[in-house]
C-alpha cells in the first residue's frame, strides 16, 4: 500500500519512504550480488578440487595398472616355485650321485696306493735287513779267513 505521499504504509503500522526502501533494495541487490559471487568461487574452488582429486585417482590408477603388470598371480608363483623345487631336488641327487661315485673311485685308487706303499715300504725293510744279514756275514767270513791266515802263517 501507498499513500499519497509516497510512503509505503506496512501491515505493522510502520512506514517507509520510496528513499529507504530503494537503499534496502540496492543493500539487498548487493548481498545477493555478494552471495552469488561468494557462491561461483566456491563452485570454481570445488571444481579445482574435484579436478586434482581426479588427476590423482587417474594418477593413481595408472600406477595400480603398472604395479599389476609387474606382479604374478599366485597360482603362477606357487607352480613355478614347485618346478624349481623339483629342479633343484633332481640336481642334488645327480650331484650327490656324481660324489658317491667318485668316492668310490677316489677309495679304489687311495687303497691301490696304500697297497703300493706297504709294498714299498716292506721290501725296504726286508732289503735293509738283506743287507744286514750280507754284512754280518761278509764280517764273519773275513774274520774266519783272517784267523785262517794267521794261523796257517
Known amino acids: 500500500m501507498t499513500s499519497s505521499e509516497g510512503q509505503v ?3 505493522s503500522s510502520e512506514t517507509l519512504s520510496l528513499p529507504l ?3 534496502r533494495i540496492a ?5 545477493r550480488l555478494t552471495s552469488e559471487k561468494s557462491v561461483e568461487k566456491a563452485l570454481a574452488l570445488q571444481a579445482q578440487e574435484y579436478e ?3 588427476d590423482a585417482l587417474n594418477h593413481a590408477h595408472q600406477q595400480a595398472i603398472e604395479a599389476q603388470a609387474m606382479t604374478v598371480p599366485r597360482e603362477t608363483f606357487e607352480a613355478y616355485i614347485k618346478e624349481a623345487k623339483t629342479a ?3 640336481a ?3 650331484l650327490n650321485d656324481r660324489i658317491e661315485a667318485r668316492k ?3 677309495d679304489r685308487r687311495l687303497s691301490i696306493l696304500e697297497d703300493a706303499y706297504a709294498n714299498t ?3 725296504a725293510t726286508g732289503s735293509a735287513q738283506t743287507v744286514r744279514w750280507a754284512l754280518a756275514a761278509l764280517t764273519a767270513i773275513a774274520t774266519a779267513v783272517g784267523l785262517y791266515v794267521l794261523t796257517t802263517r
Not at 27 to 31: D, G, K, L, R, S
Request: net charge neutral; proline share 0%; no cysteine.
Open 9 to 11: 504504509q506496512m501491515a
Open 21 to 23: 526502501l530503494a537503499e
Open 52 to 54: 586434482r582429486r581426479l
Open 27 to 31: 543493500n539487498e541487490h548487493t548481498a
Open 88 to 90: 633343484l631336488d633332481v
Open 104 to 106: 668310490g673311485e677316489v
Open 92 to 94: 642334488l641327487k645327480n
Open 121 to 123: 715300504t716292506g721290501r
